[in-house]
């Protein structure tokens, strides 16, 4: 499979990887769409509110309490003014960890459905290899959209509940202000967390993971009033993703306008986004999100507790069985788009072919498994941690939702899909070239770090072509063992190392 067709099964990364299928039929009726305004007022507060039991971040391994023990705090700032968008969500939204004011500011953008939660544990790792450091972990502004108040309570009751049902969803016509919400909010959102950051100090660094990464490549590249957005930072660094992962054939702008078909799968175009501003399909939409949010929170509360009927599996399993089947690259749709952590136990399992045909020429699809139920039927399936995988699942469990963020973003814009697709890896010469100025890629005058992961969904050659066609001074490493999620949550300091060691030298 080349890497063109790679590329088109992106569009399920975190959707197979956060959520499943849905099986129960319970619903909770949307907020009607007059109401938006006040339903959005006071979120945040409530989340930074909730009565979280710090009890649940118990440690899991050795050096869990000095993670733990990293200062972290949650930033929400001014960002772009959009039109009709309501004034407090336009917002530059951070997770800042380490000191206020440090001598380097590294920050992360997540991929694509990603929150900034997902950096949690890599940013404390940072953090801890110098002390004098901070890394700022993004969340878009949809991340603001979400209410986590009944989640981060330890209700079982209603954390099974949720499970079952998911959370009020927003409709989509109170939202239809999202339709702005593209690549030009998204990286000057960013980019105001980046000119405060350079208030801190000159050197700042910019990254992230899958489209993440893609996004920080676009940053380098985009014209912001005259100036190109690399002259902001001192280097990039992009972890299992890059620009061009979410490109396909260049659209027209009659597909842009209308809708199209992209390696992301089919695009609702400008003119259908006031009906469709946010993802909302049968792999992943708001209401899955927070089903999987509620489950990884049992999980991380009592993992061998049996979860709830009507959830995420068809099967008896425990709570964190239930969680971590949908992530493993054994078991998951997507076996190139996982997690590596354990395997189920008292499985009857079969093998998954359409893992294996969507995953064909990646690591780990031909191990693809379909678990069909327990061997046992008096006992549910339950899950054994592998202490040689790449990551923790009670950890991973544990820090899926917090009070500072969470590992998802629920209300994903598809503005921002129809624009990746539109900007590619440039503009210049394109029906795009004045609306998405993406005009400042060759020559790349920062450094690049690409890191891959063995098992996911790049590698050091496509780093090498990225490298070539923008001139960059390249530097790659590739994390053995790990599948595409583990970049950013594995136990091991090995991915922050390899940071630190190439950040270090650029410091000034």
């Known amino acids: 499979m080349g890497p063109m067709k790679r590329r088109a099964l992106l569009t399920l990364l975190l959707a197979a990887a956060l959520t499943a299928p849905a099986t129960a039929q319970d619903s909770v009726p949307a907020d009607p769409a007059g109401d938006a305004e006040a339903s959005l007022t006071d979120d945040l507060t409530d989340d930074l509110n909730a009565d979280f039991d710090p009890g649940v971040l118990a440690a899991t391994d050795p050096a869990q309490r000095t993670l733990d023990a990293v200062p972290a705090r949650r930033v929400v700032r001014p960002g772009l003014t959009v039109p009709g968008t309501p004034s ?27 929150g900034a939660g997902s950096f949690d544990r890599l940013a404390r790792q940072i953090v801890l290899l110098n002390p004098r450091w901070a890394v700022w972990a993004v969340d878009r502004r949809s991340n603001l ?18 499970v079952r049902a998911g959370v009020d969803v927003r409709a989509p016509a109170s939202l239809t202000f999202m339709k702005d919400w593209g690549l030009d909010t998204t990286l000057r959102d960013w980019r105001a967390a980046v000119l405060e950051a350079r208030k801190l100090t000159p050197n700042v660094f910019l990254g992230g993971h899958s489209m993440g990464g893609t996004l920080a490549g676009l940053y380098a590249a985009y014209d912001f009033g005259g100036a190109a957005g690399e002259r902001d930072v001192r280097g990039l660094i992009m ?17 842009y306008a209308q809708a199209a078909r992209n390696p992301l799968g089919p695009l609702p175009g400008l003119n259908g986004l006031t009906r469709d501003p946010y993802v909302d399909s049968v792999v992943f939409s708001p209401k899955l999100a927070s089903r999987a949010a509620a ?37 998951a749709l997507l076996p190139f788009l996982a997690l590596r952590t354990g395997r189920a136990t008292n499985a009857s399992e079969a093998p998954n072919l359409g893992a294996r045909l969507l995953g064909a020429a990646f690591p780990g699809a031909g191990d693809a498994r379909w678990i069909i139920g327990p061997q046992d039927p008096v006992r549910p399936v339950g899950w054994e941690t592998d202490p040689a995988a790449p990551t923790n699942p009670q950890d991973f469990a544990r820090r899926f939702l917090t009070p500072l963020s969470d590992y998802s ?64 001074a390249l530097t790659t490493r590739t994390l053995p063992g790990a599948a595409h999620l583990d970049i950013t949550v594995a136990r091991g300091d090995q991915v922050a190392r390899w940071i630190t060691g190439w950040m270090q030298p650029l410091t000034r």
């Open 88 to 114: 407090r969500l336009n917002a530059s939204v951070t997770v800042r960890y380490g000191p206020d004011t440090p001598s380097a500011v590294l920050l992360l953008m997540p991929g694509y459905l990603g």
């Open 145 to 162: 959209l979400e209410d986590h108040t009944a989640l981060l309570g330890r209700d079982v009751p209603t954390l099974q509940r949720l």
């Open 239 to 255: 972890l299992d993703g890059l620009p061009g992962l979410m490109s396909g054939p260049p659209l027209t702008p009659d597909e």
């Open 295 to 331: 489950q990884a929170r049992l999980a991380a509360l009592a993992p061998d507790a049996p979860a709830p009927t009507g959830g995420l599996t068809p099967y008896p399993a425990t709570n964190l069985a239930a969680a971590m089947t949908q992530l493993e690259q054994r078991y």
């Open 409 to 472: 973003e629920w209300y994903f814009p598809n503005r921002l899909t129809l624009d990746l697709a539109a900007a590619r890896t440039g503009t210049r010469g394109t029906p795009f070239e004045q609306t998405l100025p993406v005009w400042h890629g060759r020559p790349l005058r920062v450094p690049v770090l690409g890191i891959a992961a063995a098992r996911g969904v790049t590698s050091e050659a496509q780093y090498r072509e990225y490298a070539a066609a923008t001139q960059a």
